[in-house]
Every structure is written in C-alpha cells, then in structure tokens.
C-alpha cells in the first residue's frame, strides 16, 4: 500500500496544529500562576496587586499587569466576574498612566479562562498622589529603573 503525499502532508500540518493547540492552552493556564502578585493596595470592594514578574521599561515608560481582585462578584453585559488583569502603562516623568490590555475573569486572583478580553483606552491620565494607580507607579518606576542600572 502506498503512502501518497497528500496524506503525509495531511499528518504533519495535522500535528503541527495539536502542537500549537497545547502550547496555547499551557500559556494561557500558567501566566497567572507563574505570576508573583504583591498587595499594593484596595478598598473595601477589592484588593489591587501588581505583578513584579511583568515590569518593564521602555523610553521612560514602564509596563507591568495589574489585578484587581473583588471581594463579590460584579458583572458587565457579557457576564459576572470575580477579577480583572490590566497590562498598564506608566510616564515616570509625566506621573500619567494609560490602559494597554483588560482581561475579565470568573475566578478570583484571575484564575481560570479568560471570558473576555479587550484594547484599553490607550488614553494617558494623571496619576492622582496616594491612589492605587500611584503606589503602581512607584513600584514599577522604581524596580524598571533599577534593573536598568548597572
């Protein structure tokens, strides 16, 4: 019996589709518990962390994830949540800070698949002293500067 190309070709793209399928479930269930999240502050309602593992500086500018984890569940119009990520961006100059990424989750600490994601505004506003955004701020300002030093 012979093998014809078409079905070798088949097999290979087949595997090679199962293989990007797994890594992408892996990546997308051991980013948040491969994360170091620090208590950076809250309310009543929640309590706001940090990922130190996340901080970075680009131009003065640094990123890091941040979770907001509620004490209840809240909802929006696609469903409850427990707890949501923002990749945040920092001016340490300027003292402004701007969404890049949300993601919603069911679970609380951002545990589990995330049930919706979206673009921030990507719209930079004034980091107010003594806030949550301002205890973010010194924290990645202050670790992505001093990575950067020799």
């Not at 093998?3 to 070709?9: D, L, N, P």
């Not at 997308?28 to 491969?34: D, F, L, N, V």
């Not at 929640?46 to 970075?56: L, P, Q």
């Amino acid at each position: 019996m012979a093998i014809r190309w078409h079905q070798v070709r088949r097999r290979r793209y087949g595997c090679v589709i199962s293989l990007c399928g797994l890594l992408f479930c892996l990546v997308t269930t051991t980013s948040t518990s491969a994360a170091e999240w620090v208590r950076v502050g809250g309310t009543h309602k929640y309590d706001r962390y940090v990922d130190m593992t996340t901080i970075g500086l680009w131009e003065q500018k640094a990123t890091l994830w941040t979770l907001r984890d509620f004490r209840v569940e809240r909802a929006i119009p696609r469903g409850p949540y427990r707890s949501v990520r923002a990749k945040r961006q920092y001016d340490c100059h300027q003292k402004m800070s701007r969404p890049l990424h949300i993601r919603y989750y069911q679970q609380a600490m951002g545990q589990g698949r995330v049930f919706y994601a979206a673009p921030g505004t990507r719209q930079w506003s004034r980091v107010i002293p003594g806030s949550d955004d301002d205890a973010e701020m010194k924290i990645a300002c202050r670790t992505a500067s001093a990575s950067v030093m020799p």
